[in-house]
């Protein structure tokens, strides 16, 4: 099992950047594929990005979003840049057991943090 704590957010203007960190207990993360989603208000919860065990295969919606993980410090982080104010939303850091690769459905992972506020303004 493994628990997930979200930090990073925060509110910015549009054009900035900010960095979310997800911070994951236990000893077995880097057995773990990686994503970020994200929901806004009124809005179902959306893929963001995800990152395999390894940190070898990783894929986001934007190109200004980069996921990245540094399976030592047991954290994953998500690099956002050129923020807009439709990126305002509560995002989510989630974790699946025994993932090798990719995963962009969020019912796919088993782990979730309990999400970090982002508010972009115009």
């Known amino acids: 099992q493994v628990q997930l704590v979200e930090s990073g957010g925060g509110l910015v203007q549009a054009g900035d950047s900010l960095r979310l960190s997800c911070a994951a207990s236990g000893r077995t993360f880097s057995s773990y594929a990686m994503g970020w989603f994200r929901q806004a208000p009124g809005k179902e919860r959306e893929f963001v990005a995800a990152i395999s065990s390894s940190g070898g295969v990783r894929d986001s919606v934007k190109g200004q979003f980069t996921i990245s993980r540094d399976n030592a410090k047991n954290t994953v982080y998500l690099q956002m840049d050129s923020l807009i104010p439709e990126d305002t939303a509560v995002y989510y850091c989630?974790?699946?057991?025994?993932?090798?690769?990719?995963?962009?459905?969020?019912?796919?992972?088993?782990?979730w943090g309990q999400g970090t506020q982002v508010t972009v303004s115009s």
């Open positions: 989630a974790a699946k057991s025994g993932g090798s690769y990719l995963y962009r459905n969020s019912r796919q992972y088993n782990y």
